[in-house]
Structure formats: structure tokens, C-alpha cells
């Protein structure tokens, strides 16, 4: 099997960025964590058209291709940042029960405000991570794509600006350019040459350039794995006046010890939106709820933008029931977080470059040829993620069997694969100490193939 066998106009997992196909030079990093070709919006613009439909198309849309990672019929998947684990069967049983409950109200449209679901939310979050919100504050969507992309039709649209600091989660280009939206890719790693970070001074002063109406901050970082140093939330609030500042924390239940949330910013900062979804830690990608909050006023325009009844009875009624037993879905956090620091130590000792990761999944490079070492552990039966950053991979941390079959497969490949492959690797690894942050150039706004 090869990459270019998911099926054409399959767009896998919506939320998850990057299809493996034609992927960025040698030195770039792409839209963030995609790997298709995407064409910028000018070049779009200038090429023939080559059927009426795409004639009729709007100019910036023709010749971009849809997104997604491939959904491959492979026995090891860790290309998608899921929860490898299934729905606990308790669990499963109380939704079934719950859903027999209102079956027969589905003649009736949803509770459009899904009261209790925010209810529920509110709960978690306290629980979660300690900060008191009312269910005002709160916002929820069929993942958190739709909440992000209620955020942007609010606030973004012709003429206005968001800003996001590459690499990082390709969503949030794709929501803004396609909701007309201009973006500009900040630069990550400005700080210190060739490194992933992201410090307060270098965000704050991309964004009194950009002067943007939206900035996006994603923390833990996807591609990266890493949480942003939290001073980097006040500074860019700070330095732009005019945004409302977006901090995705899709992956924040996995993030190591004393990583503090962008929810405990929310009191002081009624410009300040904090994502979250259900996709990930808790093991609900299926179930399709993502959430935001964020100050009541700001969650009650949102109203002017999402489509009526947008969260259907069954959708609010299993991800109440899930949160309702959190505790049980939350349960094999620790083990996939064990299974993360366990793959960071072993690439590092295979002379691999793993990124320190907060989330579900490690970023690592060194590789002589990504997607030679991509295909290879596909042949292995490993599907991992080409996120279009030169040299590197990325991984999902999965279920310790899981996780064993691709740390075998890179044993198997890494003389051949990984370029400082130490002669003898079977030496007692340095662990995330020695986790490495090399990226070659990021590329300059909008010169993105
Ligand atoms: N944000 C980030 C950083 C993500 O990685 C993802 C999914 N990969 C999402 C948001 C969207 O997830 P979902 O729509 O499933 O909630």
C-alpha cells in the first residue's frame, strides 16, 4: 500500500491536518501539519480553469485539495492523535440506554442552546482543570473545527487578518482562508534559530506587525507536541489590542505536570477564547463534540453565526452521558502519556530527534528521508503521520502494544533511516533531556507551494 491510496476525496479525520501526498521542500515546513499541495490563493487564481465547475468555483479555492490523513485498513494507526483505546462498555451501555430514552423525540428539533450539555461541560472543566465557568461561557460544536470555524465567522472574514505561528494546527489556516479570511503564517523558532519555540517577545511582536483581528496560539502545539510557555498568552493579548486571541487546547489533558491552562486567563480577558474537544484525551473522536469558552458575551454572538439546531438530540445526549462518567474515559490518559515518554526516549536513543511532548503524540526528526521512512513503516504495518515538516514524522502515542510494534519497526529501520544512528544503540537512553527541537527554515508568509 502506498500513500496515494486513500481513496480521492476522502478527507479522514476533518480536524486532523494533513493528508501524506505531494509534501512540502526539503527546508519548509507547510500549512502546518498538512502535507498536500495547497495553492496560494493568487497562484489559484492565475491558472486555467479545467472544467466549467471549476470555472464556477470561487478563484482561491481552484486548485487546492481536500484535507485530511488517510484512512488506511492498517493494524497499527497512529496517524490521527486519537485515543487508541475503545469507549469503556459501561459507558457504552449507558448511552445506549439514554438514546433509547429519546428516540422518539427525534421527530422534534434539538434544544438549539443544548443546555444541559454546557451543564455538563461546565462540570468538566471545573473538575479538569479548577477554573469555575458558568454555562454561559460555554460553546460547543460537532468537534472543534465548527467552534473554530463559528470563531472566525464572527470575527474574521474579508478584509481582516488572522495570524498562527508555523508549524501548528493546519485547521486554523484552512477555517480562516476559507471563511475569506487572510492568514499569515508566524514564524515559530525566531527565538533562537532552528528551534520550535515560540517566546512571548517573538509572538508579540508578529502581532503588532500583523495587526491581526484573530490570532490563533495551539498549546500543546500540534505538530510539535510542546505547550507554549504560558507568558506568551498575555503578551500577544497584550500586543494586539484589536484581536481576539484563540489558545487551542485540543490535547491539554496530556500535558506534563504544572502546564497551566489558558483557561485561568479567562476572567481578566474578554477577548481571550479557549478550545477544547472530546476528540482526543477523552476518547470520543467518533462522537464529534468540541467546545469553547470564552467570556458570555463573546459565546452569545456566536449565536449569529452557527447554523440553527447545529448539535443534534443524539450528539448532545452521548457526550453528556460520556462526560458524565469522565472519570472512566479519562482513565488510560496516564498509560498513553507513559506510552509517549516511552517513544521519546526510544527514538532518542536511536538517534532520532523527538520533540518533549504535552500531547498524545511525539514529533520526531533526524530521518535521512521522511517519506521513504514513512512508506517503510506503512510496509510494517504502522500507518504514522508525514506532517510536511522536512526530516521529521509524527506519532501517536497508542496502546503499549501499539506503541511496541512501532518502536520495533524503527529499530528495524533506524541503520538505514535515521541519520546519527549510533553504532551502538542499545545504550540506556538520555530520554526527553536529550529531545531535540531541529527544524530547518520556516517559511516566510504566504510562500507556502
Ligand atoms: N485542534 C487541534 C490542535 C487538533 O489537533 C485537532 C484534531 N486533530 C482539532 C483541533 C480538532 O479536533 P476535533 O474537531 O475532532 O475536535
Known amino acids: 500500500m502506498s500513500r496515494g491510496d486513500a481513496p480521492l476525496g476522502e478527507t479522514g479525520e476533518t480536524g486532523e491536518a494533513g493528508q501524506t501526498g505531494q509534501t512540502g521542500q526539503v ?18 487564481a492565475g491558472t486555467v480553469p479545467s472544467s466549467e465547475v471549476q470555472r464556477l468555483l470561487r478563484p482561491d479555492l481552484r486548485g487546492r485539495t481536500a484535507y485530511g490523513a488517510p484512512q488506511l485498513d492498517v493494524a497499527v494507526r497512529l496517524n490521527t492523535n486519537e485515543n487508541s483505546y475503545p469507549v469503556p462498555a459501561h459507558v457504552v451501555e449507558a448511552i445506549l440506554a439514554a438514546l433509547g430514552d429519546e428516540l422518539d423525540g427525534l421527530n422534534r428539533y434539538p434544544d438549539r442552546d443544548f443546555t444541559e450539555l454546557r451543564k455538563s461541560l461546565t462540570a468538566y472543566l471545573e473538575k479538569q482543570s479548577g477554573v469555575s465557568v458558568t454555562p454561559e461561557q460555554v460553546w460547543a460544536g460537532n468537534g472543534s473545527n465548527e467552534v473554530l470555524s463559528h470563531v472566525v465567522q464572527a470575527f474574521g472574514g474579508p478584509g481582516r487578518t488572522a495570524l498562527g505561528f508555523t508549524p501548528s494546527y493546519s485547521m486554523h489556516p484552512i477555517i480562516s482562508e476559507t471563511l475569506g479570511t487572510r492568514w499569515v503564517d508566524g514564524l515559530r523558532g525566531t527565538g533562537a534559530p532552528d528551534t520550535f519555540d515560540l517566546t512571548a517577545d517573538s509572538a508579540a511582536e508578529q502581532a503588532r506587525a500583523h495587526r491581526p483581528s484573530i490570532v490563533f496560539l495551539c498549546s500543546p502545539n500540534n505538530p510539535t507536541g510542546t505547550a507554549l510557555p504560558f507568558e506568551v498568552i498575555g503578551a500577544v493579548l497584550d500586543a494586539a489590542p484589536d484581536a481576539i486571541v484563540v489558545v487551542d487546547e485540543a490535547y491539554a489533558e496530556f500535558a506534563r505536570p504544572g502546564t ?25 473522536a467518533g462522537g464529534r463534540l468540541g467546545y469553547l469558552v470564552a467570556s458570555a458575551e463573546l459565546v452569545d454572538v456566536l449565536r449569529l453565526v452557527r447554523l440553527p439546531y447545529h448539535l443534534s438530540s443524539p450528539t448532545q445526549t452521548i457526550a453528556r452521558v460520556a462526560l458524565d462518567h469522565a472519570d472512566d474515559m479519562l482513565a488510560t490518559v496516564e498509560v498513553i502519556k507513559h506510552q509517549r515518554d516511552r517513544i521519546v526516549e526510544v527514538l532518542a536513543r536511536l538517534g532520532a530527534t523527538p520533540v518533549a511532548s504535552d500531547s498524545n503524540f511525539v514529533l520526531f526528526g533526524g530521518l535521512a528521508d521522511e517519506k521513504a521512512t514513512w512508506q517503510a513503516l506503512l510496509d510494517a504495518g504502522v500507518l504514522v503521520r508525514d506532517v510536511g515538516i522536512a526530516h521529521h514524522l ?19 529501520l533506524a541503520p538505514d533511516h535515521v541519520r546519527s544512528h549510533p553504532a551502538e544503540p542499545a545504550h540506556p537512553a538520555p530520554a526527553a533531556s536529550r529531545a531535540h527541537r531541529s527544524v530547518t527554515h520556516l517559511p516566510a508568509e504566504g510562500t507556502q507551494p
Open 27 to 44: 527546508g519548509q515546513v507547510e500549512h502546518a501539519e498538512q502535507a498536500d499541495h495547497v495553492l496560494q490563493p493568487e497562484q489559484a
Open 260 to 284: 497551566r491552562s489558558a483557561l485561568t486567563l479567562l476572567a481578566e480577558h474578554p477577548r481571550l477564547v479557549v478550545t477544547r474537544t472530546m476528540s482526543k484525551a477523552f476518547a470520543f
Open 394 to 412: 509524527r506519532v501517536t502515542a497508542g496502546d503499549p502494544d501499539e506503541t511496541t510494534a512501532f518502536l520495533e519497526a524503527m529499530t528495524r
